[in-house]
């Protein structure tokens, strides 16, 4: 290479740190640098703070005793029991009259189902059946039932089995209770509720709708009915 007049050896030679990448690591080497320096100055988006739940918050989460209602929502009218609530069931009866049903009822042992006879078969049966009155009675979870309390016998008295119902049935007029057989005393331990529950809301239906599902396909009107020949050993 020739040497101009005015320039030094050092000057024409290429600089040994110019030199130590090639031309196209040089490249990649700027455009991963001006890459990182965006990465870097980009902003993170922050993240919403979760809010605190407070007690204040919890209450207005809770639902209105007739939610149901304010969301359109009618609950239909499909199942009704029949007998007496279980050991650690809160129920409240009916306190109006309207809301009993007296009526013959024929109890299957068997299959533990009870049958609703009308009075000219009952005549014919009278030692399959027994007069009750159905008395209208709720839980907590809102589900009507009916409890067949036995009527006094013809000397106006009754078992204190039948007695101890009567009375916790009535009780339940006022109170929220539960009932426990008490195998020792013949009849029922009644136990109010400690807190101060609400009032059942009871559904808008008659006694007569109650007794109308809970006994769907278990009304007998004939001693044709096969529950009936079965019980009288003809079939």
């Known amino acids: 290479m020739k040497t101009l007049p005015n320039q030094t050896a050092s000057e024409s030679a290429p600089s040994k740190a110019n030199s130590t990448l090639p031309v196209s690591d040089q490249s990649a080497l700027d455009f991963n640098s001006s890459r990182n320096i965006a990465m870097q100055t ?8 979760t809010p605190t739940t407070t ?10 005793a007739n939610y149901g209602a304010t969301l359109g929502v ?3 009218l499909t199942n009704v029991l029949v007998g007496k609530p279980k050991k650690p069931q809160f129920f ?10 007296p009526a013959m009822i024929l109890e ?23 007069p009750v009155t159905l008395h209208a009675t709720i839980d907590r979870q ?12 013809e000397d106006g008295t009754r078992n204190p089995w039948h007695e101890s119902l009567a009375q916790a049935v009535e009780h339940a007029k006022l109170k929220w209770i539960r009932i426990t057989a008490n195998m ?17 809301e009871w559904p808008a239906h008659d006694i007569e709708a109650l007794v109308q599902v809970a ?6 009107t004939s001693l044709d009915h096969p529950v009936v020949q079965s019980l009288l050993g003809k079939i």
């Open 42 to 49: 980009q902003t993170t988006p922050k993240q919403a703070a």
């Open 55 to 64: 007690v204040t918050d919890l209450k207005s989460l809770r639902l209105p």
């Open 74 to 76: 009618k609950k239909l």
């Open 92 to 101: 409240r009866t009916h306190a109006s009259d309207d809301m009993t049903f």
């Open 108 to 130: 299957n042992k068997e299959s533990r189902e009870s049958y609703v006879v009308i009075p000219e078969v009952a005549q014919e049966i009278s030692e399959l059946v027994r």
């Open 142 to 153: 809102n589900n009507v039932s009916l409890i067949p309390v036995p009527l006094p016998g």
């Open 184 to 200: 020792h005393a013949g009849g029922y331990d009644v136990y109010e509720a400690e807190g101060e529950l609400p009032e059942p």
């Open 215 to 220: 006994f769907r396909g278990k009304i007998i």
